[in-house]
């Protein structure tokens, strides 16, 4: 067992920031104690001065090889988790789904294979139920137990992923009593495909239609409807990618009225607007992702909702389609673009230009990143922190280093990148995932199969 003493650096979690080495032993953080305080020796010893030693991000929504209008999103297993490591994030949590018709178990058997042996860092599964019905529901009960206690539920995309209120109500009243967590994609499918046949109808076929006919409003209606019938059904309820302010306005309407409702929302809907999806000769498209970029007005309230914490968590929903070949399906008719952005590798990063930015304080950057979808999804203290017992996913965090994003120097693999030419201050130096180094003063020493396989436990509500 290799013990690693991190010496020098500024130790932070959501709780603390401490001038303090860290002791790790093996796969887990032994201690933590002031710097000079201690004793302790080591076979290795890293020299953070001058850097963060954050807790490893947790992205708690990605979607790698996700089957979508007829492609699969261009990052494998292998390829998004060690884009996943180089932005400083060694937890994935990625969705397995249920195929329509087939069982729960079908979809995790399938996931696993998929995962298994692949990944440079650990990862876990929700599981999308596209199929809600007596022998499904029954599933529900096995998979919690088995460590796969959350379910997505869509009130989008009609004859692909879309239960009715009566299956999600059925699904929430299972996971009341069994522990687990229903997640729900919130828009109104039925409303916006027929919105979308308009707009064709109309000759309104590019990029930029798929913001317009997937209105807020119907963000917002979907949303207040999936927290009453969790209300009903007396069930925690988690809202993901949250763009819409209006949408945001009815979980915090919620949760002032104590309800066990909480919210995710994603970079892109922090970092990019309508103009994205506006942009000529078809760019539009390397935007289009459900629920859609908003216009920018809609970020000042994200921001805050981050702050007030009334949103807990920001996940990236990873989902890369490559401009060529496919995003280029849709050229012609934006229902065909296939829907989801690049971010997995750029997540840690933006938020921390956020705290350089004013947006959210030090801590608040590890909270949101790390420890909240931690403890969301059953996986704290093991990770999201950096505490005696807890896993040695760390990672060194150069606060003052300046990168420009771009396509051409990430990782991840697509032919674009989301935020292409921005300037950002703070980059990852050294990446540990259970005590083993993926990342090394930059140089990527990690391999497929070093991530393994987390059955989680059940939700922590943290308010
Ligand atoms: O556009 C998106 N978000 N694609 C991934 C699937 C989903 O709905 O999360
Ligand atoms: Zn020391
Ligand atoms: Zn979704
Ligand atoms: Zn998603």
Redesign the pocket.
């Known amino acids: 067992m290799t013990r690693t003493l991190i010496t020098g650096g500024l130790v932070l979690t959501a709780a603390d920031e401490l001038h303090a080495d860290v002791l790790v032993d093996g796969a887990h953080v032994a201690g933590i104690a002031a710097h000079g305080s201690h004793g302790w020796s080591a076979d290795r010893v890293i020299d953070a001065t001058g850097t963060y030693v954050i807790p490893g991000g947790v992205d708690a929504?990605?979607?790698m090889e996700?089957p979508f209008g007829g492609t699969l999103a261009s990052d494998t297993f292998e390829t998004g988790t060690r884009a996943a490591a180089w932005g400083g994030t060694t937890t994935i949590v990625d969705?397995a789904i249920q195929p329509r018709g087939g069982s729960l178990q079908e979809g995790l058997d399938a996931w696993h294979a998929k995962a298994e042996g692949k990944c440079a860092i650990d990862y876990g599964f929700h599981m999308i139920m596209s199929d809600v019905n007596e022998s499904s529901l029954k599933e529900m009960d096995r998979l919690v137990s088995l460590g796969v206690s959350s379910f997505?539920l869509f009130t989008a995309y009609p004859g692909v992923f879309l239960s009715d209120d009566g299956q999600i109500l059925r699904a929430m009243q299972r996971a009341a009593a069994n522990g687990g967590l229903v997640m729900t994609?919130a828009e109104n499918g039925l409303a916006i495909d027929v919105l979308a046949e308009q707009a064709l109808a109309r000759g309104e076929r590019d990029p930029r239609y798929h913001g317009e006919v997937r209105r807020a409003l119907l963000e917002a209606e979907a949303t207040h409807r999936v927290i009453r019938l969790s209300q009903v059904a007396g069930a925690p309820l988690y809202v993901?990618?949250v763009s819409a302010r209006e949408a945001l306005a009815e979980l915090a309407r919620a949760r002032d009225d104590g309800l066990p409702v909480f919210g995710e929302t994603c970079p892109q809907y922090l970092f990019l607007s309508t103009d994205n999806l506006a942009e000529p000769d078809f760019e539009g498209a390397k935007y289009v992702?459900?629920t859609p970029l908003r216009p920018a007005e809609h970020q000042a309230a994200l921001w805050q909702g981050l702050r007030t914490n009334d949103l807990q968590v920001v996940s990236t929903?990873?989902?890369p389609f490559c401009f060529k070949g496919q995003k280029e399906l849709g050229r012609g008719d934006f229902t065909k673009i296939p829907n989801?952005l690049p971010g997995v590798e750029n997540r840690m990063d933006l938020l921390h230009q956020a705290v350089v930015d004013g947006h959210i304080g030090l801590r608040r950057w590890i909270e949101i990143a790390c420890a909240a979808p931690a403890r969301m999804f059953g996986l704290y203290p093991r990770k999201g922190t950096i505490a005696p017992g807890s896993d040695a996913d760390i990672v060194l965090y150069d606060p003052h280093a300046e990168q420009t994003m771009s396509a051409r120097t990430h990782h991840m693999n697509v032919d674009y990148s989301a935020y292409e030419g921005r300037r950002v201050t703070g980059r990852v130096r050294t990446v540990l995932s259970r005590g083993v180094p993926v990342i090394e003063d930059r140089v990527y020493v990690g391999h497929p199969g070093q991530g393994t396989y987390l059955p989680r436990g059940v939700p922590q509500y943290a308010n």
Do not use: A, E, L, W
């Open positions: 929504h990605t979607h996700m969705f997505k994609h993901v990618h992702c459900s929903d990873h989902c989801g």
